[in-house]
């Protein structure tokens, strides 16, 4: 009797490998044809977009034809020739009407001052409080932002600055006075 009871549950277990056996291989099946479907599925949408390009470079094309028929036919176009292009911004200008009476005043462009000319450039003055900025050189900017104390020829030391926070020194230049926001380091 224990013999039978043995041999039946090596029986149960063997049907149970089986069984798993089984359902792992058909999970894989089932995954490997999901797998198959998704890159058909991509295929498809490639085929797809590559369809449109193409029936939109046919259409395009078409209606290129059709323009040059409507140029040559209609309207009697033709291709520019080398005597129509012009050499220069004052032959371009030649072809242009006198201004009119009321006519705006020309858009004119700005330029750099070359060599010799003067900068005749009014001094910046700030919106909110109506002083002139100083001129400040780029050393200057960068010992102001800074904070550093850059040490002379003549010095033996350097001068200690006291640090202050970001938020202090975001306060010093502000116009408005105090601090504009707080700033956390």
């Known amino acids: 009797m224990i013999r039978g009871s043995r041999l039946r549950q090596i029986g149960w277990a063997a049907l149970l490998a089986v069984c798993i056996a089984g359902f792992a291989g058909l999970t894989f099946r089932v995954n490997a044809v999901k797998s198959e479907v998704r890159l058909a599925e991509r295929e498809i949408i490639a085929l797809r977009k590559e369809k449109m390009i193409l029936e939109t470079e046919f259409q395009t094309r078409a209606n290129q034809q059709q323009l040059a ?49 003067s900068d005749n450039l009014p001094s910046l003055i700030s919106p909110l409080t109506g002083a002139a900025f100083e001129a400040v050189t780029a050393d200057e900017a960068g010992k102001e932002v800074l904070g550093d104390d850059v040490q002379g020829e003549g010095d033996a030391e350097p001068a200690e600055a006291p640090r202050q926070s970001l938020s202090d020194r975001l306060a010093l230049g502000s116009p408005l006075g105090g601090q504009l926001g707080e700033v956390s380091e």
Do not use: C, H, M, S
Request: net charge negative.
């Open 69 to 117: 028929d409507w140029n040559r036919i209609e309207f009697g176009y033709q291709a520019p020739k080398a005597d129509q292009y012009l050499e220069n911004e004052r032959e371009l200008a030649d072809l242009g009407l006198p201004r009119g009476l009321n006519a705006p005043n020309p858009i004119r462009v700005a330029r750099a001052p070359t060599e010799g000319e």
